[in-house]
């Protein structure tokens, strides 16, 4: 049995800002430990009897960074599926299970949100051997985790019959809606019902006959889109029209509440979805007053607080049940008890046409990354990274005129139709509409200084003329 793991790594993780953000979210971003959140996921099912190399599917916006990520741990993907639109889980598993059927028509999918924590590693080994022997004669399973806690901000799974011949295996009764806080209380007592965690296990053929047969616009508008897919550098584009033309549904709603064949397995493993700010201040280490702190943190006669540090000292005094969170561009101070209304800030943000909902200070490009220090009227200034080898578009600029000032590193700049060689300490200038290109020649990373001014200092004011990265 070919076992291939499908890492969803699509959301945008709104209930974690002001960290997640739209360009960065969650699963980006290093959470927990100083690895990422898919790197971690990614990691966890390396090395494992029967696993393949991880098929992903992102998001077009986050492909380059989700290539560099896996690269960073020595991962090479079985692919980077991309999905044109987002359309919830439903849709983008039936793209993996068409693409991943196409190559191996007897591949087994082990589906993964790549934002979880699993403390408990070879205990999710385990519960994944066990799904495997049920998949094998044609079983959809799921993992049920065996709740810590009346949780409501999950839904739940009521365990049907047990299965004979594997130990913690179920038929799936039914699934539950998140409860109130008495009605978790009761199911946690009652023993039978289980935090729906959703991972998923199946044969990609079963999945697509089981879509097929409860959601056949989903499973139709998914195989077009794999049908008509195509190359783009390393990555697999899904056809735009085709998979936009998939209702928008969940797994869960779209085959798992429907199939005859759902079982659950029951996992202690030390999971969490890290759906909050409150969940994420649960799976970190603490003081001894309870405290969960990242960065540069002072805390005098606080408790139970999570304090993020990203960019300076915070000092928190005489507080407890708090969450704070520091940014270069943006503070978050909120009750645990609150964390859920964060997502009311990212809806005030979007109503209000702001961007810190959008982006970071810092922004990753495939050639490296640039950073806002500095803006006002007329003017604007960045930092900007260009990895070794690298080399940004063949461009130019209607509104803004750009000055260069190499702080280490070496530039190869192109103006027009001249080309130079650019040291520490030298500089050049770009006139407005002059066609112009920024390369990084050496071996070591170029740093740079940019001083942009004009009427519109936009970055949608880019006209490319070349791009090794196919970008329009």
């Keep these: 049995m070919k076992i291939y793991p499908v890492i969803l790594s699509g959301g945008a993780g709104t209930r974690l800002w002001p960290l997640s953000r739209a360009v960065m979210p969650k699963q980006l971003l290093p959470l927990v430990t100083d690895k990422t959140m898919l790197q971690e996921t990614a990691l966890r099912v390396r090395g494992w009897p ?86 094998e004669q044609g079983a959809l399973a799921t993992f049920g985790i065996v709740p810590s806690a009346p949780e409501t901000g999950y839904g739940y799974i009521r365990r049907g019959e047990p299965l004979p011949g594997c130990d913690d295996c179920y038929k799936i ?24 965690s959703g991972m998923f296990m199946f044969r990609a053929d079963r999945f697509l006959a089981e879509i097929g047969k409860h959601a056949p616009t989903i499973a139709e508008a998914a195989g077009a889109a794999v049908q008509s897919a195509y190359r783009d550098l390393d990555f697999c584009r899904l056809d735009e029209a085709a998979f936009a033309a998939s209702p928008s549904d969940s797994i869960d709603y779209a085959v798992m509440e429907h199939t005859r064949d759902g079982v659950v397995v029951a996992a202690d493993i030390g999971w969490s979805d890290v759906g909050s700010w409150s969940a994420l201040a649960d799976v970190q280490d603490k003081d001894a007053n ?37 940014t270069n561009d943006a503070v978050l101070v909120a009750h645990k008890d609150m964390v859920q209304r964060v997502k009311n800030v990212v809806d005030h943000l979007k109503g209000n046409e702001r961007t810190e909902h959008l982006y970071h200070t810092k922004v990753y490009r495939p050639w490296g990354y640039y950073e806002g220090i500095d803006a006002g009227d007329r003017f604007q200034v960045k930092r900007i990274c260009v990895k070794p080898g690298e080399k940004l578009s063949l461009q130019m600029h209607h509104h803004r005129a750009e000055h260069w000032i190499v702080v280490s590193g070496t530039a190869r700049v192109t103006c027009g139709d001249n080309v130079t060689l650019l040291s520490e300490n030298e500089s050049t200038y770009i006139p407005i509409g002059m066609t112009h290109r920024l390369e990084n020649p050496g071996k070591l990373p170029l740093h740079l200084i940019e001083v942009q001014s004009g009427s519109y200092l936009g970055e949608d004011d880019i006209v490319r003329f070349e791009d090794i990265y196919k970008r329009a």
């Design 290 to 326: 309870g405290n969960a702190i990242r960065g540069d943190v002072y805390l005098d006669s606080t408790s139970n607080t999570l304090v993020r540090a990203e960019s300076r000292i915070v000092a928190v005094v005489g507080v407890k049940d708090l969450v704070v969170v520091e």
């Design 173 to 196: 009764e039914r699934f539950v809606e998140k409860p109130d806080r008495n009605t978790a209380e009761g199911f946690v007592a009652d023993g039978g019902f289980y935090w729906n």
């Design 50 to 135: 029967g696993l393949m190399a991880p098929l992903v599917v992102c998001g077009n916006e986050h492909r380059f960074l989700v290539a560099e990520q896996l690269r960073g741990v020595g991962i090479t993907p079985h692919g980077i599926l991309l999905e044109p639109a987002g359309r919830n889980t439903a849709p983008a598993v039936a793209a993996a299970a068409a693409f991943l059927k196409a190559q191996d028509p007897d591949a087994v999918m082990l589906v993964l949100p790549a934002d979880h924590v699993i403390e408990k590693n070879e205990a999710f080994r385990v519960a994944v051997e066990r799904a495997a022997a049920q998949v």
